[in-house]
C-alpha cells in the first residue's frame, strides 16, 4: 500500500512511495503527528541518481522488518535535497560540524521541534567497518529518547544554539581587488595537478566555475599560466573517461585524479556549466576540441534531457541495468570489454576502437570492462571517416542497451544555467535550433515557475509546478539564463523579467545592513537556522550566483541598486579568495567582471549580424551585450542609432564611451579582454 508520498511530484519522493516504511513529506503535519504521539522524527535526505541512497533504501527501507521498527517507534520524514536545498543545507551544516563530514544519503534523528540530536550518512543492514548497522543506530536513538528524554532535549538545544551563533566572515565592504585575484590564482597554481589536470587528488570534480575564472583573468590581465591551466583541464577532462566520447556529456566526477573513471551520474547543472565554459574556452583559443565538446555537450542536453514541456530534466542515473545479469549496476549502459567491441564492428575495426578509445582486455573498470577514453595517439592511421563510423555504429548499439533512469523533475537554477549555455552556443556557433531550446525553456521558467508577483517556484515535473519556494540560487540562475536569451535574442522582455526576479532578490534575500545574501527568503519557511553558503560548490552559490546577474543587470540598464548590491556581496570574495580559491571559483570570475567595467556593448543592427556576433564573441570578462534597432527598448539602445546608414557598435566602460565603430575587427579589439 501506497504511503503518503504517492501524490509528491519528486522522483526521488515517489521512488520511496511503495516502500513499507510509513514516510511523511517534509511538512508542519509530521512534526505535529510527532509531538502527538511523543516520538522523535527521523529525516532520510537524498536525491534521485544517488547511487548510496538507493542502496540505503533497498537494504533498510524496504526491508518489512526495519520498517515496523521506524514506523513504531519514530515519524520518519523524506526529503528531496534538490527540492529543498534549504533543508538540506541546514541540517547537512549540522551533521559536518558534529561528525567532519557530510553526504547523502543523510540520516538525521530529530526532536518534534526540528532540533537535530543524533547524525550521520549511510548505514549498513550489518555492522560494517567499523560502522553501526541501521537497526543498531535506530534501537539506540529509540533508548535515548525513552531513557534519557532531558539529556536529548538539552543536546539538541545545544547543538541549535552552536548553529545560530556560527557567522560568517563577510570580508569586507570592498570589492576584491588586483591583489586577491592574484592571490587567488598563487593558490590554484599550488593545487594544480600539472600531469592531468585539474586540482587535487582524487576524487576530481570538474572545475568549471574555476575555469571559467581563469579564462576571464587571462582575458583581463594576459596571464599564460592561467589560460595553460583552464586549457589543459579542459584537454585532459575531455579525452578521459569523465566525457561520454559516444553520446557527448559529462559525468559527476572522476574516481581517480586521472578522470578515467567517473561516477557515471550525468547532471544537468554540470553538463550546462561545462557547456558553456568550453564554448568560452574556444572563443578565447579557436580550439576545435573546445567547439566539439561545446556543442557535443549542447546536443546531449537536448537530445537525453529535454522534457516534453521544454524544460530539462536534472539527471541521468549512474546505474542501469547489466543485460547479461539482469542486475542494476553502476556504469553498465556505457562501458565496453573488447569482445562486445568485436561483436558490434567486426575483428578489424573493433582492434581500431580499442586503441582510439583505450579499451584494453584487462579493462579500466570493473570484470574486464572499460570507459571509453582518448588517449593521446590513440587512433594511430585510421582517417576520420572510418573512426566516425565507428563511433556511429557504437552508439546505435549502446541504444540498445537498457538505459538509466531520468530524473524528471524541472529545477528552476538548473534550468536557468542550462538556457544561459544553449543560448550562448547557439548564437556562437550558428546553430539556431539551440537557441530555440533555450527559448523553450525560458518560456517554460516564466509560463510555469512564474507566479504573477514574478515569485519562483523551485521544481516543475511534468508540467505540475511543485509546492517549494525558490531559494536564491533559483532566482540569480533563472535571471541570468534570461540575460543571456536578451543578448542573443535581442528581445526586450527577457531582461524584463530578469529585473522583476533581481528586484525580488534585493527585496527578498539581501541583508540591508551587511549587504550579506541568504540563501531563502524573508518570508520563507522558518527552519532552525536561516541558510547563508557563500562557497561555490557543484554550482554557484546563490550567493555568488546572484552577484553576477545583479552586475550583468546593473551594467544593461543602469540600476544603482543592483550595481551597488553585486558590489556589496563581493566582498566575500575578498575574504574568500586568498585562503578557498576553488571553491569561490564563480566568485572569482565576476570579481573579474567587476573589475573589467563590465563592458558595455550597444549593437545597433540585425540580430545575429557581423557586428552582434563579434560583440558576443569578445572576451573581454562578463561584457554584456544589447542588439536591435535605434530606437528599441533595450536601455542600452537609447539615444543611438545608425553610423552613415550602417550598423554601428557602441562600447562603454565605466560610464565612459569609445567613439561608434561599424568596423568588425575595431570592435573585435575593443573587446579583446
Known sequence: MPN????????YLLQHADNPVDWWPWSAEAFAQARERGVPVLLSVGYSSCHWCHVMAHESFEDAET???LNAHFVNVKVDREERPDIDAVYMEAVQAATGQGGWPMTVFLTPDAEPFYFGTY???????????????????RRAWTDR?????????????????????????????????AQALLGLTRDYDASRGGFGGAPKFPPSMVVEFLLRHYARTGSEGALQMASDTCEQMARGGIYDQLGGGFARYSVDREWTVPHFEKMLYDNALLCRVYAHLWRATGSDLARRVALET??????????????FSSALDADSEDAASGKHVEGAYYVWTPEQLREVLGDADAAIAAAYFGVTEEGTFEEGASVLQLPEGGAGDADAGKLASIRERLLAARSQRPAPGRDDKVVAAWNGLAVAALAEVGAYFERPDLVAA?????????????????RLSRTSKDGQVGANAGVLEDYADVAEGFLALASVTGEGVWLEFAGFLLDHVLAQFVDAESGSLYDTAADAEQLIRRPQDPTDNAVPSGWTAAAGALLSYAAQTGAEPHRLAAERALGVVKGL?????????????VAEAALDGPREVAVIGPVG????????????PGAVVAVGAAGDELPLLAGRGLVEGLPAAYVCRRFVCDAPTTDVGELAAKLSG
Do not use: C, W, Y
Open 123 to 141: 548505514f549498513p543492514p550489518e555492522p560494517r567497518h567499523g560502522m553501526p548497522s541501521f537497526q543498531q543506530v535506530a534501537d539506540g536513538v
Open 577 to 589: 579568495a586568498p585562503r578557498a580559491p576553488r571553491f569561490i571559483g564563480h566568485g572569482l570570475a
Open 438 to 454: 533555450a527559448v523553450g525553456a525560458g518560456d517554460l521558467l516564466v509560463r510555469l515557475h512564474m507566479d504573477d508577483r514574478a
Open 4 to 11: 503518503r508520498l504517492a501524490h509528491e511530484t519528486s522522483p
Open 149 to 181: 528524554r532531558e539529556e536529548v532535549a538539552e543536546v539538541a538545544g545545544k547543538i541549535v544554539r552552536d548553529l545560530a551563533e556560527r557567522q560568517l566572515a563577510f570580508g569586507a565592504d570592498e570589492l576584491p581587488g588586483e591583489d586577491e585575484l
Open 67 to 69: 520498517a515496523a521498527f
Open 298 to 311: 549542447a546536443d546531449f542536453m537536448v537530445r537525453e534531457l529535454r522534457t516534453n514541456e521544454g524544460g
Open 609 to 620: 549580424g557581423e557586428l552582434h556576433r563579434t560583440a558576443l564573441l569578445g572576451t573581454a
